[in-house]
């Protein structure tokens, strides 16, 4: 079963937007704080924003005030728009649950953001 299927991704300009969307199971949404991770090659996989159950967030530095996380819990989705991207944004972007990231499971395919300059 896949239960995390991330979209949106593409190619765009710096300065430019993307905004991505995150289809995820009932069993791995439902009443958790969920994340975007994204993973540039060669380098670790990187937290970029959380939100919580509640609706609270967090943001890595590197994208705040750039980047908004949001969920819609009717949809078991989460979704994050990206403004003024800029080539250090380039990576595969991924979302998990946090309680499931934190154990190394349920990582789905992600999606490429490339970002030119």
């Known amino acids: 079963q896949v239960q995390l299927v991330e979209s949106g991704g593409g190619w765009v300009q710096a300065g430019g937007s993307l905004r991505l969307s995150c289809a995820a199971s009932?069993?791995?949404?439902?009443?958790?704080?969920m994340g975007w991770y994204r993973q540039a090659p060669g380098k670790q996989r990187e937290m970029v924003a959380i939100?919580?159950?509640?609706?609270?967030?967090n943001y890595a530095s590197s994208v705040k005030g750039r980047f908004t996380i949001s969920r819609d819990n009717a949809k078991n989705a989460v979704y994050l728009q990206m403004n003024n991207l800029k080539p250090e944004d380039t990576a595969v972007y991924y979302c998990?649950?946090?309680?499931?990231?934190?154990?190394?499971?349920?990582w789905g395919q992600g999606t490429q953001v490339t970002v030119s300059s």
């Open positions: 009932g069993r791995i949404f439902r009443g958790k704080s």
């Open positions: 939100v919580t159950s509640a609706g609270s967030t």
């Open positions: 998990n649950a946090l309680v499931m990231a934190n154990i190394g499971r349920g």
